[in-house]
């Protein structure tokens, strides 16, 4: 069974995991902003915040790989995460990503992916190796390179959850969902010719001006398992095509305040509230592991009862 400690590791032989640093998604920022459900959400979770009542939420984007200097303008995975903050002053995360479907179904997998992937003049031979004792990967692959583009905003790109929760209402009923942050702007990505042509760090200077200008939004979608649809596989997509807008997520500016002076915020998606419960994804259950260690890396300090159990 794989260790947070080796995935860590394994991260940090591919470039990522620098000390001071998440180990991926290294390279983000932070925003403040709203969340407002739809009549429709409380039909199908108790959660309090899908009650349609408007409360505050915490936005990350972020590009995915573990190095803080990861320049914009390349192609790759990017990130959304938020936490909800609820009436009682508690909180639970969401956390998306552009990639519809994770690389591997289970943390031994990925631990595997990650090896074969670090650089060298071996890369090559190892990948192939990998690919030949996890021919899965190939299904997976497509996915996970049709997100690998560079999109014209973090606000014109659609995110997705890799994890399946189920949704418990308040009159007991229940169902498996997957979650789709689908952007109010439309998607819009940029032709690799047009890339080379950004800087750095033109997506989050875009996003702040964007953003001076008017809010940006999210319509949020959950995706209702159909019979068949694995709830433990990242690496599986759905049949199913029945999706319910739940409600509204609205940006409304840059948050300044997080993270200064020791405060860590860690966007965990293992932190649910009642009326939302983690599916038995193996993937999702060691996030919260790593996520300790990653936060023991980059500041020293140990996540302790904060961490969600797993």
Known sequence: MATPDQAIEAIRATGGAQPGNRALHAKGKLYRGTFTATPEAAGLSRAAHLSGETVPALIRFSSGSGNPDQPDNAPGVRGLAVKFTLPDGSTTDVSTQTAKLFPASTPDGFLSLLRASRPGPTAPLRLIGYIATHPRFVKALPVVKEANKVPASYGTVAYHGLHAFRWVAADGSERFVRYHLQPVAGEDFLAPDVAKTKDANFLTRELDERLAAQPVRFDYQVQIAAHGDSTVDPSKGWHSDQTVTVGTLEITGVETEREHGGDIVVFDPMRVTPGIEPSDDPVLRFRTLA????????????????????
């Open 291 to 310: 996520y300790s260690a990653s936060v023991k890396l980059r500041t020293g300090v140990d996540r302790g009862a904060e961490a969600p159990a797993t």
